[in-house]
């Protein structure tokens, strides 16, 4: 009688330290990943703003799968190894998705890892056909491709500018060079050709001798493929140099830190955006929480809402968080109620679609055409 007390007593007590070593609530663990750090911060802020609001609205409605999510946020600073290594970090971590990471440059080869390690990733920022081109199975986006925006872009200025001369700079980046070279195309196929096709040095801080170049071609438009640093300070160093040119710019415009760079030299530079995100009655709620705590949703912070937002949606309606089976999912099923606004996928990842259209800076603000 003893011995079987003392059995029934060794099993009730392995299975209180059992109990005491368990979680009192089980959590999921994703993730955002951008350029926390870095010249590209401000974006790296718009993702992170994104992916807290997006665990703290789902946490308070229970989280995913009776789970609450655990975030985690990775900075890559826009550089591919440091990217590749943010990602390695997730894997190890146990991390079930990502969304992230802004730069194009820094996305696609993190994406190899993800692929790798099954890891679900959808982009709020990245625009690169080749994101999702290749065709893995984990990839997607909650933004717009190169190829539609540069189609907007190309376009206009082919139709709109037909008489002006035309130079179109890039910095050599897979966002870069990939959004000039979309807008190239679209313009040489609407019948205009440039003047003048040049890649310039990101991080630099004296731009005159490109600016001369450009004056001494007659140029008096210029579309520029890069970042916002360096597109507001050779828009401040032509105005300097009395260069009379329109400046049209692309996505990575939508902060107000390109008008701090810029200044009054950005008065009237165009950029090409989709419609408004925080005007859309789908985002009325979230835009209220981010306005009561201070926060301007501008640029990509919704976009990366949405992110969280569908995997979210995706993963009950799978009732797992198994990258493939929630990628299934997000392929068959929809539309997805975001943000945004309903969200329907192609077969490589894809929104099918994208509603680029045109904003212009003045007095320190943009605002859509």
């Known amino acids: 009688m003893m011995r079987r ?8 007590m392995a299975a209180v330290l059992a109990m005491a070593a368990a979680p009192a609530h089980a959590q999921i663990k994703i993730a955002s990943a951008g350029p926390m750090t870095g010249e590209y911060a401000t974006f790296g802020k718009q993702l992170k703003d994104g992916a807290e609001q997006a665990v703290a609205d789902i946490n308070a409605k229970g ?35 990502v969304a992230g990471h802004f730069c194009s440059s820094t996305s696609i080869p993190a994406s190899k890892v993800y692929t790798e390690e099954g890891i679900l990733e959808i982009t709020p920022a990245s625009t690169n056909p080749k994101f999702t081109d290749e065709g893995a199975w984990n990839l997607f986006r909650t933004c717009g491709r190169d190829d539609q925006q540069g189609a907007v872009a190309g376009k206009t200025i082919a139709t709109e500018f037909k008489d002006r001369k035309v130079a179109i700079l890039h910095d ?33 801080h004296d731009y005159t001798a490109l600016v001369s170049r450009l004056k001494e071609a007659g140029i008096n438009l210029i579309y520029v493929g890069g970042y916002h640093s360096e597109i507001g300070l050779i828009a401040r160093q032509a105005k300097e140099q009395g260069l009379q040119a329109t400046f049209l ?18 008065e009237g530079l165009m950029m090409t955006f989709p419609s408004d995100p925080r ?3 789908t985002a009325a709620a979230v835009v209220k929480e981010f306005k009561d705590k201070g926060i301007d949703p ?25 990258a493939k089976k929630v990628a299934e999912e997000i392929h068959s099923g929809g539309p997805w109620p975001t943000v945004l606004g309903d ?10 679609k994208a509603d680029y259209v045109w904003y212009i800076w003045h007095d320190g603000n943009y605002s859509q055409m």
């Open 5 to 12: 007390t003392l059995f029934a007593g060794a099993a009730a």
């Open 279 to 281: 005007t859309r009655p």
């Open 249 to 266: 710019g692309p996505d990575s415009l939508v902060t107000k830190e390109f008008w701090q760079v810029a200044g009054p030299a950005g």
């Open 172 to 204: 050599n980046s897979t966002y870069g060079k990939g959004i000039a070279d979309q807008t190239k195309l679209a313009m040489n196929a609407a019948g205009k050709k440039e003047e003048m096709y040049q890649a310039y040095v990101p991080g630099e």
């Open 63 to 97: 989280g995913v799968l009776g789970q609450k999510l655990v975030l985690e946020i990775g900075d890559d600073a826009c550089d591919a190894k440091q990217a590749v290594s943010v990602a390695n970090k997730f894997a190890s971590e146990g991390v079930k998705f």
């Open 298 to 322: 501008e640029g990509y912070v919704l976009y990366t809402y949405a992110a969280i937002q569908l995997w979210a949606e995706a993963a009950e309606k799978a009732k797992s968080t198994d």
């Open 343 to 352: 969200l329907s996928y192609d077969k490589k990842g894809d929104v099918t």
